[in-house]
């Protein structure tokens, strides 16, 4: 009896040991559950990602533990191979819960023990499917009937968030519905006069994400549509089409706002970088230069490692010599006749800057297309051409040559074997063509063109000059 008792209480000592092991543990029970393996997963940014298994054990569970991964703040699911799923949420509890279903609805028949957020998550969701098992749509509807159905629907739907939110306001799942919600712009200034456009634009732009808590982490780990496409709409839909200078102290604010939280503020800034790194839009690319400069040049992009923040302020540094507004920096090469040419010396109204190669085959159809234009202009508007060769083998210089004459493209055919400076680093040219607008200045007027849109930009420019 004595050594019983003793090793009863030597089990009661060991079980919090052996809990205390796991960063997480999860229990699924399905009734009538067939699957011998289940998945758990969450979302982050625009994708789903496994993060465990767990196969069905002798008392009928699903058993999800690590003692080495974490269970970060936010949305997860767990999925059979069919694609048969149910989402719980991790949010400020440690993630040891007891979850039960029923294989017919793993959703509808949820129960929770351990966890009050899941509770409050599962609640809502009821809720929403009871509702809608109230409100039937009518029988053979026509196009109105269905349409004011719907709008009733959507009111219904609204309220039940409304209310949930103001007794919930501090659960996981309140946040995230709140996170979806657009500002609702004032129709009048305070002195009751009707906001104009731009105000109305500059009103939504600034409280955009008034609603959404870039401060915390969960915000990462939610569905595509609640985060990742609200960013995305914001610079895409929202943001396009206005210049550096309005959309830079946006992004900040926005940044600021999402620092306290490491992981949005990293997913935020790298997102947005990459954006504006590839975007086509020339004069993005100073959005781009900002945010390296400021952030990752200042030790705020603290995951990446120090090679690779040198490589991205290397790039930034020299694209901030390349912004539209800014002097392009002088080039001295040799024509094929061996003659010299400076491009400062240049003594056109307008100068075309172009580095490309016959070796490129977008090149073979973009340089006598370009040309093509440059010629019914040139005259006119007293338009110059500086056309480097960015590759100088022996067998690409004889293409080029060829090309040229084949084509009878006679503008200022410079070979880059011989320049003044690394105009590969300099001009920051990793692939061809490369084309830039200068003015008798030299400032770069627009970049990033082709045929078609050196043809635009230069009516607009003629037509912008007209007018005043």
Request: with cysteine.
């Amino acid at each position: 009896m004595k050594r019983l008792l003793v090793l009863i209480l030597l089990c009661v000592t060991l079980l919090p040991v052996y809990a205390a092991k796991d960063n997480y543990r999860i229990t699924l029970t399905i009734d009538g559950g067939t699957d011998s393996m289940l998945l758990l997963g969450n979302y982050y940014g625009k994708g789903t990602y496994a993060l465990d298994t767990a196969f069905l054990d002798k008392k009928g569970r699903y058993v999800f533990s690590s003692a080495t991964k974490e269970l970060l703040p936010g949305l997860y699911f767990f999925a059979n191979k069919s694609g048969k799923y149910v989402e719980f949420v991790v949010y400020n509890e440690k993630p040891f819960f007891e979850f039960s279903t029923r294989d017919e609805d793993w959703h509808r028949f949820m129960k929770v023990k351990g966890s009050p957020e899941n509770e409050a998550f599962y609640s809502f969701h009821h809720l929403q499917q009871q509702a809608m098992l109230m409100s039937k749509p009518p029988a053979n509807p026509d196009s109105a009937t269905y349409t004011a159905f719907m709008r009733r629907q959507g009111i219904m739907m609204d309220s039940l968030r409304r209310d949930f939110i103001a007794r919930n306001p501090q659960r996981m799942i309140s946040r995230m519905m709140m996170a979806t919600k657009e500002p609702e712009i004032p129709a009048t200034d305070s002195a009751g006069n009707p906001l104009d456009n731009r105000t109305r634009w500059e009103y939504f732009v600034t409280h955009y994400f008034d609603n959404m808590p870039l401060d915390d982490d969960f915000l990462v780990r939610t569905p595509q549509a609640v985060f990742h496409d609200r960013v995305m709409d914001y610079c895409d839909k929202y943001m396009q089409g206005a210049p550096p200078d309005v959309i830079i102290p946006h992004l900040d604010a926005m940044l600021d706002r999402a620092k306290p939280s490491k992981e949005t503020f990293r997913y935020l800034l790298h997102t947005v970088t990459e954006h504006y790194l590839q975007s086509n839009i020339m004069v993005y690319d100073a959005v781009y230069v900002h945010l390296v400069l400021k952030y990752y040049a200042e030790g705020d992009a603290w995951w990446m490692t120090p090679t690779d923040i040198e490589t991205e302020v290397d790039r930034a540094a020299r694209w901030e010599k390349l912004l539209v507004g800014k002097v392009a920096p002088e080039l001295q090469l040799y024509d094929t006749l061996q003659k010299p040419h400076s491009l400062h010396a240049m003594p056109n109204q307008y100068t075309l800057l172009i580095f490309w190669s016959p070796a490129c085959g977008h090149c073979q159809v973009e340089i006598p297309a370009l040309y093509e234009k440059f010629s019914a202009m040139r005259d006119k508007y007293d338009i110059g051409a500086f056309a480097i060769l960015t590759e100088f083998d022996d067998e690409t210089t004889a293409k080029w040559k060829k090309f040229i004459n084949e084509k009878h493209i006679d503008w200022i055919n410079l070979s880059g074997a011989v320049a003044n400076v690394d105009w590969h680093d300099v001009y920051d040219i990793t692939s061809t063509p490369q084309i830039y607008l200068l003015d008798k200045d030299k400032t770069i007027l627009a970049k990033k063109l082709n045929a078609n849109s050196f043809e635009q930009v230069m009516n607009a420019i003629i037509n912008e000059r007209a007018t005043k």
